[in-house]
């Protein structure tokens, strides 16, 4: 089971990794240390002053694979700049932190986002202006953003007809 001291281990063992592979004069953006995060939809960050931020949803996980992998992608912005994106300069160096995101298992994708939650409630509010709490969605989806009922067209909810659908941020 992931806790933070191994998640800071984790980070410095791979730094040293790759700054084997690539001496930290070259880069772009120096890496100055690790912090939380409690991001609702990203793995991980890297920003200019050189922190790399790990989602504390990774904490009580067995998502080592993936935590691995974002630790490398991380530390490859850094390396490369944060301009560069997720560019083919960007590719290139992730691939050299062998930042790979491929075969790891979904079970640990879905341990992380059901750590990390939800961000909206979906509402379904109806003519009379009451609102029915639908469901806890972690991003909003075009079918209820660009609902517009018709006469004859329309979503139902216990019956009713829906006026609107609304997210509320959690
Ligand atoms: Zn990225």
Known sequence: MIDWAFIEQQYQD???EVSD????S???IKPKGLLKTKHKTKYGMADIHGYVYINQ???GTNSNDLLDATIRHELAHLCVGLQQGHNHV??????QFKANFRHIDKSQHQQVSANIGYKYEL???FKDGRQ????KVQRKHRKYT???PTLFKYLTVQGKKVASFVYQEV
């Open 14 to 16: 791979i730094l040293s």
């Open 21 to 24: 592979e690539e001496p930290l």
């Open 26 to 28: 070259n880069w772009a």
């Open 57 to 59: 949803a990774f904490i």
């Open 90 to 95: 960007f590719k290139a160096k992730a691939q």
């Open 123 to 125: 509402y379904a509010q």
């Open 132 to 135: 029915l709490l639908l469901k």
């Open 146 to 148: 660009h609902y517009r």
